[in-house]
């Protein structure tokens, strides 16, 4: 109970029980078996779960089925009803996710799409889709341990499903990280010189914000404004596909980065939408703007809550720079996506959990993308592309 305590300590004692005793059949089930690092294969779903709960925000019934999942997976004799607590929820979220796992390759070859259907039919709840992304975050963050043509299959799986299906449910963190991990070790040369030049510019994009802050300060001061200034980086991924759409080389990529300020006020929306505005108007009296590239989420916020101003103007010296606007509470809102919806007074997580998930179904039965993620300039890149114009096919064993 108390590695439970470490892992998952926002749980009520209720929950942290249950998924105790989860924990133990799994524990059990895998005895003995081993990462390709050594470590104890349980590893695995202990991180699957973490990333559920703290960085999604699913609650104790998903990781209850992430570990008897993986113990049904390794020795499918295991009793995973245990004492009986488990509900008809759990139980079927890890029926979900066996019939995904178990696809064999006599059973039919797939192509891409297709596989992503199959996938969403077995998840009659929806999140057993989410889990299956969590999963297969989690195995690319630790794609070291395995074999290279395991390695290969993986990413090449991961880039025509998994990144899209993480793109249409809105998981745009998810999918960003995974592209990155996926061109690290797809293009290591190109990877290496774009993170690279990211480090060799860092004094440069300091130094361009220091100079963009400078005319704006005393302004913001004058009118009262509490206010922090961070500077957003694009992904190395999305820079170079950026440099390969527009067939430019790392500097002529105007929107390397953003400029963000995160206004400190109180939670009052008539408020902060005020103040958004107020610090708007001080930017392009100060600076040209491209009004074309204007981005307005106060006036008409996404359906998952997302509120920013996005504007790109013209520096003092003739570089475009976006500039995103926001208050402290917008920018937690999207930088922890659902995990933070319920950390705000007058939002229940049940609540927000649920239109969450119905959002997430009318997605994957609608195929199209649901309006969950930030907006962001990153966040509407198109999706990947196969790296070469063959056609590939899927099953889960490759």
């Not at 990144?163 to 449910?169: C, E």
């Not at 998810?174 to 070790?185: A, G, Q």
Request: charged residues 30%; proline residues 5%.
């Amino acid at each position: 109970m108390e590695k439970i305590d470490s892992l998952f300590p926002n749980f009520s004692d209720e929950e942290k029980s249950l998924v105790s005793e989860a924990y133990s059949i799994a524990e059990k089930a895998l005895e003995g078996e081993l990462r390709g690092n050594g470590v104890p294969f349980i590893d695995h779903p202990i991180k699957v779960a973490k990333i559920a709960c703290d960085e999604i925000g699913l609650g104790a019934d998903c990781v209850c089925a992430v570990f008897l999942h993986e113990a049904s997976r390794f020795n499918p004799e295991v009793d995973i009803t245990g004492s009986g607590r488990f509900g008809k929820d759990i139980l079927k979220m890890v029926e979900g996710l066996k019939k995904i796992a178990t696809i064999k390759p006599k059973d039919t070859r797939l192509e891409a799409d297709n596989y992503k259907k199959l996938i969403v039919s077995y998840s009659t709840d929806p999140r057993v889709t989410v889990l299956k992304l969590a999963d297969r975050l989690e195995v690319m963050r630790s794609l070291d341990l395995f074999s290279k043509a395991s390695r290969e299959r993986k990413q090449l799986e991961t880039l025509m499903l998994y990144i899209p299906l993480a793109h249409q449910l809105g998981l745009y963190n998810m999918k960003s990280e995974m592209e990155d991990i996926y061109f690290r070790f797809s293009e290591p040369e190109q990877y290496r010189a774009i993170t690279n030049r990211l480090k060799a510019t860092e004094r440069d994009r300091q130094m361009i914000t220091t100079q963009f802050i400078e005319p704006l300060k005393a302004t913001l001061s004058d009118a009262g404004i509490k206010y922090k200034l961070k500077a957003r980086t694009k992904s190395a991924f999305s820079i170079w596909k950026k440099m390969q759409k527009q067939k430019v080389d790392f500097d002529g990529v105007y929107d390397v980065f953003a400029i963000r300020f995160i206004i400190d006020c109180e939670d009052d929306r008539e408020l902060e939408h005020a103040l958004c505005w107020k610090v708007f108007g001080f930017v392009t009296e100060t600076y040209e703007s491209d009004t074309n590239r204007l981005r307005d989420w106060i006036s008409n916020p996404k359906p998952n809550g997302y509120e920013s101003l996005h504007i790109t103007v013209k520096n003092a010296v003739g570089a475009y720079l976006e500039v995103q606007i926001r208050t402290k509470r917008m920018d937690e809102m999207a930088e922890s996506g659902l995990a933070s919806h319920w950390s705000y007074k007058g939002i229940k997580r049940e609540s927000a959990l649920d239109d969450w998930l119905t959002a997430v179904r009318y997605s994957l039965e609608h195929g199209k993308s649901a309006p969950l993620s930030p907006p962001d300039s990153e966040g509407e890149d198109e999706l990947p592309v196969p790296p070469s114009s063959d056609v590939f096919v899927f099953t889960p064993s490759g």
